[in-house]
């Protein structure tokens, strides 16, 4: 049985999110099931002009899940 408080920050960080269940970012900050290095990049990303912080953030994203790939293919 799920608690009131026990809302769908723990769906998205157990299984990642997806579009229908990405949380707000307040909810990632106040999260305490979030990593603090997310926490942090999204402070730094609000402190940014929004269309340059989502253009690095597709980036960023890109980049390690290529690696991830890259790693897990043994390549």
Same mark, same amino acid.
């Given at each position: 049985?799920?608690?009131?408080?026990?809302?769908?920050?723990?769906?998205?960080?157990?299984?990642?999110?997806?579009?229908? !269940?990405?949380?707000?970012?307040? @909810?990632? *900050?106040?999260?305490?099931?979030?990593?603090?290095?997310? &926490?942090?990049?999204?402070? =730094?990303?609000?402190?940014?002009?929004?269309? !340059?912080?989502?253009?690095?953030? @597709?980036? *960023?994203?890109?980049?390690?899940?290529?690696?991830?790939? &890259?790693?897990?293919?043994? =390549?």
């Amino acid at each position: 049985m799920q608690l009131r408080g026990e809302r769908r920050e723990e769906s998205w960080m157990s299984n990642g999110p997806t579009a229908g !269940d990405l949380p707000s970012i307040d @909810e990632v *900050l106040v999260d305490p099931a979030a990593s603090f290095w997310l &926490k942090t990049a999204l402070r =730094s990303a609000l402190c940014r002009d929004p269309v !340059d912080a989502a253009h690095d953030s @597709e980036i *960023l994203a890109r980049l390690p899940e290529e690696r991830c790939d &890259k790693i897990l293919s043994g =390549s």
